[in-house]
């Protein structure tokens, strides 16, 4: 892939989540995130952009699981119609939704 | 199978001879019928004597010929139960005697001549298939006739709409309906989800959702709104989310007493309700009573909203800056006098919406004397407002924002007397459903308006090409980013293609449009406005054209657009996101850019998207 070669860019990135969870996540998943997309970009001189490490102080474990799992998700329907809606529960909703709103997801 | 329908010369053809019998008679009220009965008995002959012949021709002994055909004088054994006690010899005799019968059905001239009769490739492609079905229809039991069922082996009345079994047996009522509901249901759904799904695609299309999947934050909004019963506190979530909330159980008509005490926090200062049709008064007052705060309230379809309501919003302390009522034509004239009196002062926008009988000139009149801070009026599907009240709009010296779509008939001096008395601090201005004003109206707009970027007049037949070509020509006002002159067309039912007089938006006041905002347009509307030229549009989105800015474009009804025009559209326009092509009948085949979309294609098709970049090409 494209991201592989630009700079030596990992084409993986991690998400680490307030109580140290790590997921590991395809770059090009990630980027569904206008707010880690901006991270990354190596243009931003983000410290996130250089270590390819995002730490987020307001988001648990598992809501971030949730929106790893959302990332792949997103990521392997990207060019399909129609398309299921994923199955979120309803009591992560609300913590998902804020998430989802800083995230820019 | 046992297919119905194809006229068979060798079924009993009902036999009229006179006077029937006593007998005959009698059984045929029991539901017996005598011709039948010769009917069976002559084929089951047949079939010994087929048999026997069989058996003796391939060197079988008498006992298994005796065994595969029903000796005549034997009472006709149950087919069905014959079939679930056969041995394995018994099936593969069965099977061989049903291929024999096939063979000779095929020789058959009346298989031949039924053959040519349908057609040899369509529905009866295959020999094979056809014969056996054939075979079939002739050992089938007749409609009115008893038959045992395949499955359960019970008696029944054999119809028209008996089914057959896995085995080619009839079924009765009751199997039927089971094996109905074990795979029907599955043919059933399969059936309506083709078009629930391409219905599906398209609304998605008008969403603006596609491709791909929904982002995060729709899906959660969906499923909160899904669960809102369970839910007790929104939280602290932002505004906007509040408002997407707020927008979505309303479409799904959830907002109701219950639901409407999430949106109700003390330290809010906005409320808003996009469907209020189940609230009652109380549940308005409780606004009120639990947000003393409040600053912004929407609310429509709030036709509970009434003058009890009112009333106590003027007890209260409550200070309002913006109110937009939808839908409450319970609130008199008398209330409204005094809400704008007691409340006028801090309001600084208002807008009303369907007040059907009230809200009318006078108290407009009363706006420029209680509210001198307005500076946002919105008056939408009123009744009740004429010249007179319009005139009263100039005395708003601060308005920067002003929409009037007004029922009765209203003419230009009024709108001249408004724009050369605010003119120069509007922001936005909208005129719809304005039938009668002339030249005079956009005259005044050229001369006094210099800070408008919004313009919407709509429903006219009396403004002329020229009319808007002066007013876009050496304006002194920035280029706008919203532009609705939709329906701005000349009408003559018996030469509709004709425009002698240059009446409505065409050529010339398109072209001088583009010209002074394409540079900043963000919205186009030009709906219905059909006097406008190919070479107009030719000439305005010709190559070298940029309009960085544009995002939706309404060309419907242009009768002069086609794919050229279509496709240059799209050139042009990077940023486009929509464009609506209704009732053009030169848009046919369209390659829309990956991203952009194209609504109201006449075909049946809808419209197909051409890959660009990294993706592939797809059809949809």
Redesign the interface.
């Known amino acids: 892939m494209a991201t592989s070669n630009e700079g030596g860019l990992s084409k993986y990135v991690t998400l680490v989540s307030s109580d140290g969870f790590e997921f590991v996540v395809l770059r090009e998943a990630a980027c569904k995130s206008g707010a880690i997309k901006r991270m990354l970009d190596p243009k931003s001189s983000f410290a996130e952009s250089t270590t390819g490490r995002c730490t987020f102080e307001e988001i648990n474990g598992i809501v971030l699981e949730k ?1 790893a799992e ?1 990332f792949y ?2 990521y392997k ?7 299921p ?2 199955d ?1 529960p ?1 009591e992560l ?2 913590e ?3 998430a ?2 800083f ?1 820019d ?1 | 199978m046992n297919p119905p329908g194809p006229p068979a010369a060798n079924r009993p053809s009902r036999q009229i001879r006179g006077p029937q019998s006593a007998l005959t008679d009698f059984l045929a009220s029991h539901n017996i019928s005598a011709n039948q009965i010769r009917q069976d008995a002559l084929a089951r002959r047949a079939a010994a004597v087929a048999a026997q012949q069989a058996a003796e021709g391939s060197g079988d002994n008498g006992d298994d010929a005796a065994d595969a055909a029903d000796s005549p004088s034997a009472e006709p054994e149950p087919l069905p139960a014959r079939r679930r006690n056969e041995s394995k010899a018994q099936s593969a005799k069965r099977k061989k005697e049903e291929e024999k019968a096939i063979a000779r059905i095929k020789a058959s001239k009346q298989f031949q001549r039924r053959r040519r009769q349908y057609g040899s490739d369509d529905e009866m492609s295959d020999e094979d298939e056809a014969a056996r079905a054939l075979f079939q229809e002739t050992m089938a039991p007749l409609p009115g006739q008893m038959e045992n069922c395949e499955i359960c082996g019970k008696r029944f009345t054999v119809t028209a709409y008996s089914r057959a079994g896995p085995d080619g047996g009839l079924l009765c009522p009751k199997c039927t309906k089971e094996l109905d509901q074990e795979e029907g249901s599955a043919r059933k759904r399969r059936k309506t989800n083709a078009g629930r799904q391409r219905r599906q695609v398209q609304s998605n299309l008008l969403d603006g959702i596609y491709p791909g999947a929904k982002d995060l934050v729709t899906l959660c909004v969906e499923t909160l709104a899904k669960n809102v019963d369970q839910a007790e506190d929104f939280g602290d979530l932002p505004p906007a989310l509040i408002d997407r909330l707020a927008a979505i159980l309303s479409k799904k008509r959830l907002l109701n007493p219950t639901t409407l005490d999430l949106f109700l926090k003390p330290d809010r200062d906005t409320v808003t309700v996009y469907d209020g049709a189940k609230l009652s008064s109380d549940d308005y007052i409780k606004i009120f009573q639990i947000v003393p705060k409040i600053k912004h309230l929407r609310l429509r379809n709030a036709v509970q909203f009434k003058n009890k309501v009112m009333d106590h919003l003027l007890d209260t302390t409550v200070e309002l800056e913006s109110l937009s009522l939808h839908g409450s034509n319970l609130i008199d004239d008398t209330r409204w006098d005094r809400f704008l009196t007691e409340k006028g002062s801090h309001l600084k926008a208002l807008k009303i919406y369907h007040t059907d009988g009230y809200f009318g000139d006078e108290q407009i009149k009363l706006l420029a004397k209680t509210c001198p801070n307005l500076q946002r009026l919105k008056i939408s599907h009123n009744q009740k407002v004429t010249d007179k009240g319009i005139a009263h709009i100039a005395n708003l010296p601060g308005l920067q924002h002003l929409s009037l779509e007004i029922y009765k008939p209203t003419s230009s001096p009024p709108y001249v007397d408004v724009l050369n008395s605010i003119g120069p601090g509007l922001r936005t201005l909208s005129l719809a459903t304005v039938y009668h004003i002339d030249d005079s109206v956009l005259k005044a707009i050229h001369e006094n308006c210099q800070n408008i970027f919004k313009l919407r007049i709509t429903d006219n037949e009396v403004l002329t090409d020229q009319g808007f070509a002066n007013l876009f020509t050496n304006w002194y006002n920035p280029p706008l980013t919203y532009i609705d002159l939709h329906k701005c067309r000349h009408i003559d039912a018996a030469v509709p293609r004709d425009n002698p007089n240059g009446i409505g938006l065409a050529s010339r006041g398109f072209e001088a449009l583009m010209a002074h905002s394409g540079s900043t347009l963000r919205h186009l509307n030009v709906h219905s406005c059909r006097h406008i030229s190919l070479e107009s549009f030719e000439k305005v989105f010709a190559p070298g054209t940029q309009y960085p800015e544009l995002r939706e474009i309404d060309l419907s009804f242009c009768q002069n657009v086609n794919d050229f025009v279509v496709g240059s559209i799209f050139r042009a326009c990077p940023n486009l996101k929509t464009l609506k092509v209704f009732g053009n009948f030169g848009v046919r085949d369209v390659r829309v850019p990956k991203g952009k979309i194209l609504i109201g294609v006449p075909n049946a098709l809808g419209m197909q998207i051409e890959g660009t970049g990294e993706d592939d090409g797809r059809v949809i």
């Open positions: 929106v959302y998700y997103s329907n990207r060019n399909q119609e129609d398309v809606d994923m979120i309803p909703c609300l998902l939704l804020m989802a709103d995230l997801t």
